[in-house]
């Protein structure tokens, strides 16, 4: 079982959908509309999920960054 929490999973596979539409763009002759708005709807998704993960990995332990861990906690010990 993988100690990876679903929502880097999610983060990673978004970031691999966004490489492989920006490949696929880059490969075509003429670019459809349809195409751009598909990459838009996956960047905001993205967008949205680093946001999250930045707002809460500390804190939810969806990060093994010793500062980050280290500054919620220091945080958590000056509001008690």
Same mark, same amino acid.
């Given at each position: 079982?993988?100690?990876?929490?679903?929502?880097?999973?999610?983060?990673?596979?978004?970031? $691999?959908?966004?490489?492989? %539409?920006? #490949?696929? =763009?880059?490969?075509? &002759?003429?670019?459809?509309? &349809? $195409?751009?708005?598909? @990459?838009?709807?996956?960047?905001? %998704? =993205? *967008? &949205? #999920?680093?946001? &999250?993960?930045?707002?809460?990995? %500390?804190? #939810?332990?969806?990060?093994?960054?010793?500062? *980050? @861990?280290?500054?919620?906690? @220091? !945080?958590?010990? !000056?509001?008690?």
């Amino acid at each position: 079982m993988s100690d990876t929490h679903p929502v880097i999973t999610l983060r990673n596979k978004l970031e $691999d959908a966004r490489l492989k %539409a920006v #490949v696929a =763009l880059a490969a075509k &002759a003429t670019i459809d509309p &349809a $195409d751009l708005k598909d @990459l838009a709807h996956t960047q905001i %998704a =993205l *967008t &949205a #999920v680093r946001e &999250a993960i930045g707002e809460h990995s %500390a804190r #939810v332990g969806w990060s093994g960054d010793e500062a *980050t @861990l280290e500054g919620e906690a @220091l !945080k958590l010990i !000056k509001t008690t």
